[in-house]
């Protein structure tokens, strides 16, 4: 990690345009999908339904009533980080000292102060695909240049090491990693973890293992964070946030733990952009991570989510001739196959939009193996999935081609 480091010294030399670091998003779409009118069906937010917890906001008022609404230090108050050290402990088998964990405004700062911290104009970021939009945003903002690595959708979008292994070159320096995953929901497995883990350390590079979704899982599925594994604390940096799983989205709380180096010049680097998170929402954050409301506010979140997965998977079967999935095992998306119907997922997601009023996310924003697919969200009412999904196979079937 040292030799990534390095990058830092020249970052505020690179000089670069946003114009050079142009990301290719089709902004009519992407507003489309998100600023939707208030008599669209709404299957694309991406964040919970449930209110933040009542215990949660009393915290808050608690901190507002007592004056705490000055600066805080640029990695967050102490007792914050100590109560993600104790978390990353207890749910994650991982030891961090308070140190070795920086606050921030969300898990999408974190992630760009890494990339700016790690990668130098030009080297290289894998990003599976497909995978979150924000990430090829992020490292191009950043300078470097984002690298897609299909997963392998028959084999239920499993990451391959030797997939990974053929997209190296002299210019690799990270890759990010989502578990579960948006958009598919796929968790990945220990064995995924192992061979992802053998390449990094085979070929040098440090891993950005992006959390956000580790309390939404359904079935048996386990989430493992990959710096437990032996040999990978070093080489990871552990990115999560509150918004998803403890519905504290407009809070803008996350977090990353890594080593003391790393930290520092996170740090550093806070401090001279966003200077440090919001005092009030910290205190809260506290609340969340450590009240033992919060692990029956969590499950009965899951327990929603889990329903209207089920809904979710019968619909797709119902209208199996124009749509397929392969089920969620986290998360709280359906990544939709639509090419049943004889139409693009972007098609799809226009076309249903002026048609049949809902919205739905196109596939190609999450990558290039997204031509034929639409992401749905089911973090929103049972009536909403039901209506939306029931509308959705009656376009296709009408529009089949």
């Known amino acids: 990690m040292e030799k990534s480091l390095e990058g830092q010294k020249t970052a505020r030399k690179k000089g670069i345009s946003l114009s050079e670091r142009a990301v290719n998003i089709d902004d009519d779409v992407f507003k489309l999908a998100l600023g939707l009118p208030k008599d669209v069906i709404p299957l694309t937010a991406g964040e919970p339904d449930f209110p933040t917890a009542d215990f949660v906001n009393l915290a808050a008022k608690k901190a507002m009533d007592s004056n705490f609404t000055h600066y805080t230090a640029s990695n967050g108050i102490l007792p914050l980080r100590e109560a993600i050290s104790k978390k990353l402990k207890e749910d994650n088998n991982l030891s961090y000292d308070p140190d070795e964990i920086v ?3 969300g898990s999408s700062p974190s992630i760009f102060l890494l990339l700016f ?5 030009g080297d290289e970021v894998l990003v599976p695909d497909p995978a979150w939009f924000h990430y090829p945003i992020l490292t191009s903002l950043a300078g470097g240049r984002a690298i897609r690595v299909p997963q392998r959708r028959e ?14 070159t002299d210019r690799t320096r990270l890759m990010i990693v989502n578990s579960p995953s948006n958009p598919t929901g796929h968790v990945l497995s220990k064995e995924e973890l192992e061979g992802i883990a053998g390449v990094a350390e085979r070929k040098n590079l440090i891993i950005i293992s992006d959390e956000i979704y580790e309390k939404i899982l359904y079935g048996n599925h386990k989430h493992i964070s990959i710096a437990s594994l032996s040999g990978m604390r070093d080489r990871t940096v552990t990115v999560n946030g509150l918004s998803k799983g403890y519905a504290m989205m407009g809070w803008r709380i996350g977090f990353a733990a890594s080593n003391a180096e790393l930290s520092g010049k996170m740090r550093s680097l806070l401090g001279y952009t966003v200077v440090c998170p919001g005092s009030v929402a910290q205190y809260a954050a506290i609340e969340a991570l450590t009240s ?9 979140m899951v327990a929603t989510w889990t329903r209207r997965r089920i809904m979710v998977l019968k619909f797709v079967e119902e209208f199996h001739d124009v749509m397929s999935i392969a089920p969620p095992e986290g998360a709280f998306y359906g990544w939709i196959n639509v090419s049943g119907s004889g139409m693009t997922g972007k098609d799809v997601s226009a076309n249903l939009l002026k048609e049949y009023k809902v919205g739905v996310m196109p596939g ?11 992401r749905i969200s089911y973090a929103t009412s049972d009536e909403v999935v039901e209506e939306g999904m029931k509308r959705l196979g009656k376009f296709l079937r009408e529009h089949k081609k």
Do not use: C, T
């Not at 911290?117 to 104009?121: F, G, N, P, T, V």
């Not at 084999?155 to 190296?168: M, T, V, W």
């Open 103 to 105: 606050v921030s405004p």
């Open 117 to 121: 911290a790690l990668a130098d104009r």
């Open 155 to 168: 084999e239920g979008f499993r990451l391959a090491p030797e997939d990974i292994e053929r997209k190296i």
């Open 292 to 300: 033992q409301k919060s692990r029956e506010y969590v499950k009965n």
């Open 364 to 374: 190609y924003l999450f990558g290039d193996s997204g031509k034929d697919y639409i």
